[in-house]
């Protein structure tokens, strides 16, 4: 069975761009979640999705959003982007039945410039 | 809100010794506890978990952790530890019914041949 796939795996932005990651959760997965991580921060959760719904949200501004599709494949958004957005976006996707473990993709690797 | 403690910045273990990693959770009600293991550049690699069930769990590469709920402790052990060991490993907790995942700041574990 594939895994998590994640594109693009690497990107540069220049500050005020927005930028789309994207996610393929592995096969029969229904929840994706997101999560960035820092050196200083560690990992944090951005949010997740279920059957086209967010299920929950983390303490992130509002310049970060989500959305899901009818295939499970998942996208984020961050506009206006800020230095300080630069980090691993990590996706992970999971099944009630795989006993609620996640899968994470290799992440994607912003860098604002 | 759930969180993990996670003491040690660095483990430094011989090759051939037992490596233990710890993990102290606060979570309400009963704790989902996991292992995640990630070497450069990668995302992270699901090693175990605890559901529910005996506090001694297997997981992955011969690795197993021990819950102890009076403690509320879920470290991470070994019993001969490899150099390709080596990485940054992470514990993470979950409430029931909510598919948030809280890390600790990660353990850097260095094999030493």
């Known amino acids: 069975k594939a895994g998590v796939t994640q594109t693009p795996r690497y990107l540069i932005k220049t500050r005020g761009q927005q930028v789309t990651l994207s996610c393929s959760p592995i096969?029969?997965?229904?929840?994706v979640s997101w999560y960035q991580q820092t050196p200083g921060q560690g990992l944090q959760f951005l949010f997740e999705y279920f059957s086209e719904t967010q299920r929950n949200k983390g303490n992130f501004p509002g310049r970060f959003s989500g959305r899901q599709f009818s295939n499970s494949r998942s996208e984020m958004n961050v506009s206006t982007l800020e230095l300080g957005d630069s980090a691993l976006y990590l996706c992970?996707?999971?099944?009630?039945?795989?006993?609620?473990?996640?899968?994470f993709g290799p992440g994607t690797r912003l860098t604002v410039t | 809100a759930q969180s993990v403690a996670q003491p040690e910045d660095q483990v430094n273990v011989a090759e051939g010794n037992p490596l233990t990693v710890k993990c102290t959770y606060s979570v309400s009600g009963n704790p989902y506890l996991f292992w995640y293991v990630q070497y450069p550049n990668r995302g992270l690699q699901f090693l175990l978990k605890y559901i529910t069930g005996d506090n001694l769990v297997k997981g992955s590469y011969g690795f197993e952790a021990e819950f102890n709920k009076s403690q509320t402790s879920f470290h991470l052990k070994k019993q001969s530890a490899l150099v390709s060991d080596s990485a940054l490993y992470f514990c993470a907790v979950r409430a029931y019914g909510n598919n948030r995942l809280a890390f600790g700041k990660g353990n850097q574990v260095v094999v030493i041949p």
């Open positions: 992970a996707s999971s099944n009630w039945t795989s006993g609620y473990e996640q899968y």
């Open positions: 096969s029969g997965h229904r929840s």
